[in-house]
């Protein structure tokens, strides 16, 4: 049965009629109208520029088969564990938005009815950069004027339905509608690539790259490990009943994505500890480990941080740039992932340390020209801390863009006003988004764009810089430095 906080009507006491919805031209800009007259010159330079999209989500699978989204619950609600959390965290159960089990058990299939709930709890995105991208995209992407309600859902419903079935709203079509000029999808290291394969065929194979992700093979404590190794044998090719030959499948793989045009890897570790074990040592633990031994939490930490020394080693042979993500703690809550699996929205942020943890790599590779390594947090007492300085200091690394739940508008003030008296603006990666919803894409760099040209805008009122100069800064932070950033170093 309905609660009260479900059944509540976001329309205006006065007049019972729907309240419209309007995207106001200043948004996120500065509230100083000095500040915001400024913000808005630089934001105006940067608002069309292509976007660069380095760290996605969105499935290769998409792209290749290129059908029209299913309706606007599957596109806009349930893949968005943005969504989804805040709705669980109101009690609302996650079948009931249409999660898919893991066991295959029922959950909610009439996404009218997702939809509905969606709309009837508007309210708990009031202050969350999710209500930024949301309105964003009903507004700019489908069109819609009425703000989500229970008595506006099913007219938004159908609103946004007729849109998506028009043949310029298909994923594809959309890379042009959205000016995308390049996104990446993030791929374990047993993905056949078959997706890419077919997407290069059909000429998008400079536009639409994987990303390597090897977490699922490099975790020995994890779930379905040994069989992500066998299945690592499958598709390399090569014999991963010894160390050395796991090494030389994960070598294979990694080409693999070089030749699919991939740029980057992908890492999610829990720590960014990168401390090198003995190899005669590693290949016992790997040995002991796929014969079904016990392996501690000790011994599967110190095997995941040595292989985070590996992957950069192995960078520096094929090029590819590393992204490096620890400080959260997967899955917190057993039963939501029993039930339903990873990324669900109960991942949550730790304490992270970075210095000693990745000093074993930058002594061996931090000036090492043909290595670069990309660092993310949510952990954001270390950007004065440590990030900053690190990123300050070698000239292999450079700071991400604020992620998961710093991608917000205070999170990036912060970032901006924590680590560039440090790290400078050109230590640092630029904007890459980081969703699974594709339609929040234009929104999530819109804001950035605004929150940097706001930040700018100060830094020109304080006589710090000329206009000039923070509209080129602010042209590269949208747009250059995300290219630069994740450009293959010279192997």
Excluded at 16 to 35: E, F, I, M, T, Y
Excluded at 239 to 262: C, H, K, N
Aim: hydrophobic share 40%; with cysteine; aromatic share 8%.
């Amino acid at each position: 049965m309905p609660t009260p906080l479900e059944l509540e009507l976001e329309v205006d006491a006065a007049t019972s009629s729907p309240r419209r919805l309007s995207l106001h031209p200043d948004r996120a800009l500065p509230a100083d109208g000095r500040q915001r007259a400024v913000a808005r010159e630089i934001y105006g330079q940067t608002a069309e520029l292509p976007l660069i999209c380095m760290h996605g989500h969105v499935e290769a699978e998409v792209f290749a088969a290129n059908q029209p989204f299913a309706d606007p619950a599957q596109l806009l609600v349930v893949p968005d564990h943005y969504v989804t959390r805040m709705l669980v965290s109101q009690g609302i159960d996650p079948a009931s938005l249409g999660v898919p089990r893991v066991d295959g058990g029922p959950v909610e299939t009439d996404s009218r009815a997702i939809w509905r709930t969606f709309c009837r709890n508007w309210r708990l995105f009031r202050g969350t950069p999710s209500r930024y991208w949301m309105e964003h995209e009903l507004a700019e992407v489908f069109g819609v004027d009425l703000v989500p309600s229970a008595e506006t859902a099913d007219a938004i419903y159908d609103q946004i339905e007729a849109r998506i079935a028009e043949p310029g709203f298909r994923p594809l079509q959309l890379l042009d509608r959205f000016s995308i000029e390049l996104i990446s999808t993030t791929d374990s290291a047993t993905s056949g690539l078959e997706h890419h394969a077919q997407l290069a065929g059909e000429g998008y194979g400079e536009r639409i790259i994987p990303t390597f992700r090897p977490d699922a093979a490099v975790h020995l404590d994890r779930r379905g490990w040994r069989a992500e190794v066998a299945a690592l044998a499958e598709v390399s090719g090569e014999d991963t009943s010894s160390y050395e030959g796991f090494l030389g499948a994960l070598r294979e793989r990694r080409r693999a994505f070089v030749e699919a045009g991939g740029l980057a890897t992908d890492h999610g570790h829990l720590t960014a500890d990168t401390t090198p074990m003995d190899r005669g040592a590693a290949a016992r633990l790997y040995a002991r480990a796929l014969a079904g031994g016990q392996v501690s939490e000790q011994e599967a930490q110190a095997f995941a941080a040595h292989m985070l020394f590996v992957n950069a080693e192995m960078s520096c042979q094929d090029g590819l740039v590393m992204q490096i993500h620890p400080g959260v703690l997967r899955d917190h809550h057993r039963g939501t992932f029993e039930r339903h699996g990873q990324d669900k929205g109960f991942d949550i942020p730790v304490a992270a340390e970075f210095t000693r943890s990745l000093r074993p790599v930058l002594e061996r590779f931090g000036h090492d020209p043909r290595f670069r390594a990309i660092l993310f947090t949510v952990d954001e007492t270390v950007y004065s801390r440590e990030l900053a300085p690190l990123a300050g200091a070698y000239p292999s690394l450079r700071l991400g863009a604020p992620w998961w739940f710093l991608d917000s508008p205070e999170g990036m003030r912060r970032f901006r006003e924590t680590a560039t008296e440090t790290a400078g603006f050109y230590n640092t990666s630029g904007f890459v988004d980081d969703t699974r919803a594709f339609a929040s894409i234009p929104a999530r760099h819109d804001l950035f764009r605004r929150i940097d040209a706001g930040y700018l805008a100060r830094l020109v009122l304080e006589h710090r810089l000329s206009l000039e100069e923070a509209v080129e800064t602010a042209v590269d932070l949208a747009y250059t430095l995300p290219k630069t950033a994740y450009s293959r170093r010279s192997a």
